[in-house]
């Protein structure tokens, strides 16, 4: 099978919101190129409860319309995802999956997750729990990039080892692992004279200025610090005897934030002609670039996996000046696409300060990741040379940004990239096909450290309601046109979605009333065949016997205690 459902949880895919992440970009590109190159008879979507059809329908519609065929699973259709078997989530947390799936059986689907930054705790913990969820070698994580996958290895690694010192584990989750890159959607960046006419014009920049462009998130903590791209603009321009124009396009948390980050970026470059643009709606995210000649972003922070910037800007043609940095690494060619500029970090085993003040919460994630990122230097005078020859040259500023886009149409594009993850897919399709029939048979309805509460908690109520207690109506109703107004109560209403429906808990009632007194297991007869079904009438005539509608024949009594 070479297709997926993708889980449409709404924090996933959508980018019409203020504070706007990396992680949502991505996953509204990967939507989107999903339902235009998918190579498969159906395109599958498993909707999260959070989310009703209407809405579901109307996320992706939004994202990209299409005429092709969909199958739309709801949130409790986990036997129906053998086809297309298997699931894609927009993170690595496959592992809570991993324990529900059981319902149905570990070999039904596959699971795949994807990562994105991968150094908050949250994200540290999803991987780590990979290693002791019921995870299978049909299950996997995509890793964005060659750095981002060395990460997970050197952190699952740790994990390991301290699995096997500490408890002896010898049996751990062995997952599957693929390093495939984020894609872009090549077509949307195009770029348009007449747009960037248009956004010249509007930020005051003359026809024939060079301008430089950053595009994200606006967070020198927790993104990137602005003032090694500030200063190398400001010594190129001194180097060039050049009036240099820099937009930066991004977003903050605040309108305070944003203020603060452009007073604080402008004081390292005060010659530039500094141009700041909200990026958030559409067409700004989709038309800045056509009013650059070149893009600039200096990544240094371990929160960064992939970096999709870089690609979008050479999709729209522009030669790229970015830092030699994880993911960047990949994606722009040093001396073709544009320049990669060399960058200097501690050595391994100079920041456990910042790990245990961080664990302890002594130090935030920005802070944490903020002072890493404050040790992270950068070949400023290399910076600088490749700032001026494109600056001077915009013969080369043409040749690396037409290199760009065709690298990305070749390489980068979702049309390219999405048949890696097909082809990643099928791979855990094959092993998933080929488990001995051990793995296909067990079907496990407990998770074990989520217990049925009745069950955790059974230590808690005097006794329990057994199928040979009988029951009788009680003095808060004498019938059940009286007992349903009891029930349409705000008070005795609350859970009554987790009851049986109501015309077979009025059927048990009125049972009760003709006989006088009623066995549970007399009243459960009718459902015998449907344990689910009883389970919830069961329930339900607890429901009753709490407000008085129905008590039992002889209740249990509590003997004095002594001293």
């Not at 059809?53 to 005429?67: F, H, K, T, W, Y």
């Not at 301008?211 to 090694?228: D, I, T």
Request: charged fraction near 25%.
């Amino acid at each position: 099978m070479r297709n997926a459902a993708i889980l449409l949880h709404p924090d996933g895919y959508r980018t019409d919101r203020d504070q706007l992440m990396g992680r949502h970009s991505a996953g509204e590109s990967f939507l989107r190129g999903y339902i235009r190159h998918l190579d498969a008879p159906y395109m599958a979507f498993w909707r999260q409860s959070a989310l009703t059809q209407d809405q579901a329908s109307a996320l992706v519609r939004g994202i990209e319309p299409s005429s092709r065929p969909a199958r739309w699973l709801p949130p409790d259709g986990r036997a129906a995802l053998s086809d297309p078997g298997c699931v894609y989530y927009p993170s690595p947390s496959i592992g809570p999956e991993a324990w529900r799936r059981r319902t149905v059986g570990p070999a039904t689907y596959s699971l795949c997750g994807v990562t994105h930054t991968t150094a908050t705790h949250k994200a540290i913990d999803a991987l780590v729990d990979l290693l002791v969820s019921p995870v299978e070698p049909w299950d996997g994580v995509i890793c964005t990039s060659a750095a981002v996958r060395a990460n997970v290895e050197v952190q699952l690694e740790a994990a390991r080892e301290d699995l096997i010192e500490r408890l002896g584990a010898t049996r751990l989750a062995k997952p599957q692992f693929a390093t495939i890159p984020l894609g872009v959607n090549s077509d949307d960046f195009a770029t348009d004279l007449a747009q960037r006419r248009a956004w010249r014009q509007r930020l005051d920049i003359p026809d024939d200025a060079v301008v430089a462009l950053y595009v994200g998130r606006l967070n020198a903590l927790a993104k990137m610090n602005p003032a090694l791209m500030a200063q190398a603009l400001e010594r190129t321009a001194k180097a060039t005897g050049k009036t240099l124009y820099w937009i930066v396009s991004g977003w903050s948390a605040s309108p305070e934030a944003w203020e603060k980050f452009h007073a604080s970026t402008r004081a390292f470059c005060p010659s530039i002609q500094y141009r700041p643009v909200d990026g958030r709606p559409a067409d700004t995210r989709f038309s800045i670039w056509s009013a650059a000649d070149l893009f600039l972003s200096f990544s240094d922070n371990i929160q960064e996996t992939f970096g999709l910037t870089p690609a979008e800007a050479m999709a729209a043609g522009l030669p790229c000046v970015v830092t030699d940095w994880n993911g960047y690494r990949e994606t722009v060619r040093h001396g073709i696409d544009g320049f990669r500029i060399p960058t200097l970090a501690p050595r391994p085993g100079l920041g456990q300060d910042l790990a245990f003040s961080h664990d302890n919460g002594w130090l935030s994630y920005e802070n944490y990741v903020g002072a890493a990122a404050q040790m992270t230097a950068i070949d400023m005078a290399a910076a600088v040379e490749a700032l001026s020859a494109l600056v001077r040259d915009p013969d080369l500023r043409r040749r690396m940004g037409e290199a760009g886009r065709r690298r990305v149409a070749e390489a980068l594009d979702w049309s390219a990239i999405i048949p890696q993850y097909q082809d990643f897919w099928e791979e855990l399709a094959r092993r998933r096909a080929a488990a001995g029939p051990d793995k296909h048979q067990p079907v496990r309805p407990n998770h074990p450290r989520r217990l049925d509460p009745f069950t955790l908690f059974a230590a808690y109520p005097t006794a329990t309601l057994r199928p040979q207690d009988r029951l009788r109506l009680g003095p808060a109703a004498s019938n059940w046109t009286e007992a349903l107004a009891v029930l349409d109560q705000g008070l005795a209403s609350i859970g009554r979605w987790a009851m049986a429906p109501k015309a077979e808990i009025e059927a048990a009632y009125n049972a009760v009333a003709r006989q006088g007194e009623c066995a549970l297991a007399e009243l459960l007869t009718p459902l015998a065949a449907d344990s689910d079904r009883a389970g919830r009438l069961e329930r339900a005539l607890l429901w009753l016997m709490k407000f008085d509608l129905l008590v039992l024949a002889t209740p249990p009594t509590l003997a004095p205690d002594t001293d």
